[in-house]
């Protein structure tokens, strides 16, 4: 019994040691299967610097029976992301929503054939669901939000999708749905919201999203580009969207599928 305690204590303490480590520039990304059970994916991670990051990951997608290509996407979020390509899970922001002005970019590389579908979660950052962020100070507000991504196919160098007015999103976290709130010394207790969790399957290429509405798309201006998205050369088809509100919007699941 006394072996056994010890067992235990150290793997006790080999997850500690691994989850703990949040200002680390390092990114652990799950690696999926396929429906086999056999591991499709394979992951390397390159140096992080603190306005651009980037992560570069080989994934093989769904059994399909086009040629695979190489893909780059280029992503910079206001706050975070991740990427999905076919449902499995590709790539995300390296750094950590709770990350005070977090406004890096990010590479990812991945392999897929056409046609594929790209699932983007994009969150705006909250402090909780009040939906507002730095509270109690003099500088509590709604914070906004806003992403743009680019997809170059690497064998051609031709950017074969970009965010667009064409996107379908669902919002998931919607607060505070009383803007009036926004300056309340109990806000906890004065904003309301509405929260969904993310419907089965949303990822995968066959669900349906076509009663998602379709992207707005604002100007750089009217979202504050800064840091990241200046490491990257836009495509003049790569629009920043968002839903409608900018402001109480702040989880959006993303689609959209890329044809030859
Ligand atoms: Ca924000
Ligand atoms: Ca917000």
């Given at each position: 019994m006394k072996i056994r305690h010890i067992a235990v204590a150290l793997a006790t303490t080999a997850l500690v040691s691994c989850s703990?480590?949040?200002?680390?520039?390092s990114t652990s990304i799950a690696v999926p299967t396929s429906?086999?059970?056999?591991?499709?994916t394979s992951t390397s991670i390159a140096a992080v610097t603190p306005n651009e990051s980037s992560i570069t990951v080989t994934t093989t997608t769904a059994a399909t029976t086009g040629k695979l290509t190489s893909f780059t996407a280029e992503v910079w979020a206001d706050n975070w992301f991740s990427l999905y390509i076919n449902g499995k899970?590709?790539?995300?922001?390296?750094?950590?929503?709770?990350?005070?002005?977090?406004f890096n970019s990010e590479r990812i590389t991945f392999t897929a054939s056409y046609p594929f579908t790209i699932a983007m979660v994009a969150k705006d950052f909250k402090?909780?669901?009040?939906?507002?962020?730095?509270?109690?100070?003099?500088?509590q507000q709604m914070g906004d939000g806003g992403i743009v991504a680019q997809f170059t196919d690497t064998s051609t160098?031709?950017?074969?999708a970009t965010t667009s007015s064409a996107w379908r999103g669902l919002v998931i976290h919607q607060a505070?749905?009383?803007?009036?709130?926004?300056?309340?010394?109990k806000s906890d207790v004065d904003c309301t919201s509405r929260i969904a969790s993310e419907p089965?399957?949303?990822?995968?290429?066959?669900?349906?999203?076509?009663?998602w509405p379709t992207a707005n798309t604002y100007s750089k201006e009217q979202v504050g580009v800064k840091d990241g998205y200046n490491n990257i050369s836009w495509s003049s088809d790569a629009k920043i969207i968002w839903t409608?509100?900018?402001?109480?919007?702040?989880t959006i699941l993303w689609r959209y599928t890329v044809t030859a």
């Open positions: 703990s480590g949040t200002s680390s520039t429906a086999t059970g056999q591991a499709v899970l590709v790539g995300e922001d390296s750094v950590p929503i709770t990350t005070e002005k977090s402090q909780n669901d009040t939906g507002l962020e730095y509270i109690g100070t003099d500088r160098g031709r950017v074969v505070p749905l009383n803007k009036s709130c926004e300056k309340s010394s089965s399957g949303w990822t995968q290429t066959a669900f349906n999203d076509s009663s409608s509100d900018l402001e109480i919007d702040n």
